[in-house]
């Protein structure tokens, strides 16, 4: 079974600095989508930005880019210019895209971002 | 417009109530789900359907009961509620596969419902 772990429970950063939060994953498989995603305090579930493991390119999403190492099965995700409305919790997830797959996304345990001005 | 819209978003009710949660999507997805998000903010599916069947049914007491009328609703039922049942309900919808036109893999997620048991 799938497993994704968040070994960071929270992580500071001065506000216009960039933050690293860390993330690995445990597959067998070679197929899949992994996401980050935002829980500001609102509680709503907001996509940051998705990478699929067939592509070698690190995705980026203006101030947000990750640093997918597949081989090593490690998915992290780096804010730049940190801005005070990212404060929140931000959520890991893979998805499996093999077959007979159920299309669940499995989340990590999350990393509670703190923004200090 | 919504895309996932839960009601009620905020519950608090007795335990050994029967309370129910409804779900709607208007993005034409074929798949739903309902995830709890515990007091520890982890994350863990309940259930999934795919076009009103169901496809995942993880390790959940059977007082919660899914049902899908149609491919855009899906509501969840919970009787005898137990304090332990405490927590926010996310219901989210997505694609069901690849190779869907504009596949894009990820879950969209209503906004919650918080449930709390007294």
């Known amino acids: 079974a799938q497993t994704v772990t968040q070994s960071q429970p929270e992580m500071s950063v001065q506000e216009a600095e960039t933050v690293t939060l860390s993330c690995t994953y445990d597959t067998s498989e070679s197929d899949y989508y992994l996401f980050w995603y935002k829980q500001p305090p609102s509680r709503q579930m907001i996509l940051v930005i998705r990478q699929e493991a067939y592509k070698q390119q690190n995705a980026t999403e203006n101030r947000f880019s990750v640093n997918f190492q597949k081989a090593a099965k490690s998915f992290s995700l780096k804010i730049s210019d940190s801005q005070l409305g990212d404060a929140a919790m931000y959520f890991c997830a893979y998805r499996s895209l093999g077959s007979g797959n159920t299309g669940k996304l499995i989340f990590g345990q999350g990393t509670t971002l703190q923004v200090k001005p | 417009d919504t895309a996932v819209s839960q009601t009620p978003k905020y519950l608090v009710t007795q335990m050994g109530n029967d309370k129910s949660i409804k779900c709607e999507q208007n993005l034409g997805h074929d798949t739903m789900y309902w995830y709890k998000q515990d007091s520890k903010k982890f994350l863990k599916i309940m259930f999934s359907y795919n076009n009103k069947e169901l496809i995942i049914n993880e390790t959940v007491p059977n007082r919660f009961s899914p049902k899908s009328p149609d491919k855009a609703h899906l509501n969840l039922h919970i009787n005898s509620l137990e304090l332990g049942d405490s927590a926010v309900y996310f219901c989210?919808?997505?694609?069901?596969?690849?190779?869907?036109?504009?596949?894009?893999?990820?879950?969209?997620f209503g906004e919650g419902s918080r449930l709390t048991v007294l």
């Open positions: 989210a919808s997505s694609q069901g596969r690849r190779g869907v036109v504009l596949y894009t893999g990820e879950l969209f």
